[in-house]
């Protein structure tokens, strides 16, 4: 099993560039999430989403955008990248919320 | 008030000693309570969900306090293989289910020989 799968792993965009961070698991897990780490600040929910078609906005969503069309993919959409979204973008996926959630390994973005 | 709060930390420990960390959360609507390990640049990995009436899992001893909104994590015989970022999770639901997760900042342990 692939289990969460991210890409790009690493990427530099310039300010208001879009770009779409893409996210797939094989669990068939339902619930899927997209958190930001910035260092001293932990990580942070972005959007949320417990199944296809059924997204919801976390703690920090502003500039981006989710969509979830299906049970395996869950991207995260940039709509004009800025500096402050200069961060390490995790997407994480559950079989329920709960029960622990499993991390993908990560996309550090860089937006200059 | 930080709605998951943690020791930064760095605690330093010798190898073979037992450290407990703690952390509190603000959310009484906080419902599923988790630790996860962080090595430096990488993904958060689940070391155990955290239950009421205690759970273990080898050297690793999990407690939640639903009164004090209070949980602890407990390492005996340490390994240098500890050494990690140990992160406190919190998960909220609301009416239309879990709400996805709410991190601490993490406490940094550092295990040396």
């Known amino acids: 099993n692939a289990g969460v799968t991210q890409t790009p792993k690493f990427q530099v965009l310039k300010t208001g560039q879009s770009m779409t961070l893409q996210c797939a698991q094989d669990m068939n897990h339902e619930y899927m999430s997209w958190y930001r780490q910035d260092p001293g600040m932990g990580l942070r929910l972005i959007h949320y989403?417990?199944?296809?078609?059924?997204?919801d906005q976390g703690e920090v969503p502003n500039g981006y955008n989710v969509s979830r069309s299906t049970t395996e993919d869950f991207p995260l959409r940039l709509l004009s990248a800025a500096p402050s979204q200069t961060s390490v973008y995790f997407c994480?996926?559950?079989?329920?919320?709960?029960?622990?959630?499993?991390f993908g390994s990560g996309t550090r973005l860089t937006v200059v | 008030r930080k709605e998951v709060e943690q020791d930064p930390g760095p605690f330093n420990v010798p190898e073979g000693a037992t450290v407990a960390f703690n952390c509190t959360y603000s959310n009484s609507a906080s419902q599923s309570f988790f630790w996860y390990r962080q090595d430096c640049r990488k993904e958060p990995k689940l070391l155990m969900s955290?239950?009421?009436s205690g759970n273990e899992d080898g050297r690793f001893t999990a407690q939640l306090n639903r009164a004090s909104q209070y949980i602890s994590l407990l390492i005996r015989d340490s390994k240098l293989s500890d050494s990690a970022t140990y992160l406190c999770v919190v998960n909220k639901y609301s009416g239309g289910g879990a709400d996805g997760l709410t991190f601490g900042k993490g406490t940094h342990l550092i295990i040396q020989p």
């Open positions: 955290v239950y009421s």
């Open positions: 989403s417990v199944g296809a078609g059924i997204t």
């Open positions: 994480a996926s559950s079989f329920t919320g709960n029960y622990g959630y499993t």
